[in-house]
């Protein structure tokens, strides 16, 4: 089991996201209890390319503070929305053996999305913990919504589990 923090950059978390605070705090629990359980917790940051201002060196790339990696922890950068985009990362996995990945981070409706539908393709077992995606408002759906209809209708029973972070080192 490994725990997957996708995408939580500076550019990107604040205020604007769905429920920011609480997802913020639930995230910071999430790694906490991987952290205490023994769960090797991996950070992704997604990578638009040079000259976009959310690129390696920028500002806006880098993780943010609230969740940062610890020194020993790996980082690896992917250019398309799912975490699987990243073959280092797919070899890491595949030569731990590693059959189940906990997903958290940013965007619900992009790169969350993605990486749960590619993980599930792949044949890990997905766990999703409530409250630690999130996303903001679009043209089509508010940030409420497209989290709902995500967390509660798109992914369970389909491609991961949505249990509590409680559950999540239980199951």
Not at 67 to 94: H, M, Q, W
Not at 110 to 133: E, H, L, Q
Not at 137 to 149: F, G, I, R, S
């Given at each position: 089991m ?41 950070y ?15 500002r ?27 073959k ?19 965007m ?32 089509y ?23 509590c ?7």
């Amino acid at each position: 089991m490994v725990l997957l923090v996708i995408d939580v950059q500076k550019g990107i978390t604040d205020d604007r996201l769905y429920d920011f605070k609480d997802f913020v705090s639930n995230l910071k629990e999430l790694i906490a209890q991987a952290r205490k359980h023994g769960v090797e917790v991996i950070y992704i940051q997604h990578d638009d390319g040079p000259g976009t201002g959310f690129s390696l060196g920028d500002r806006d790339f880098e993780i943010y503070d609230e969740i940062a990696p610890l020194p020993d922890e790996k980082i690896y950068y992917k250019t398309v929305n799912s975490s699987f985009g990243n073959k280092d990362l797919c070899r890491y996995l595949e030569d731990k053996k590693e059959d189940t990945v906990i997903v958290s981070g940013l965007m619900t409706n992009f790169c969350i999305d993605a990486t749960v539908k590619s993980a599930f393709d792949r044949g890990y077992k997905v766990i999703i913990p409530k409250a630690c995606n999130s996303t903001s408002n679009n043209d089509y759906m508010d940030a409420e919504t497209t989290y709902k209809y995500y967390n509660e209708m798109m992914w369970p029973q389909r491609f991961a589990e949505c249990i509590c972070i409680e559950d999540v080192f239980n199951s």
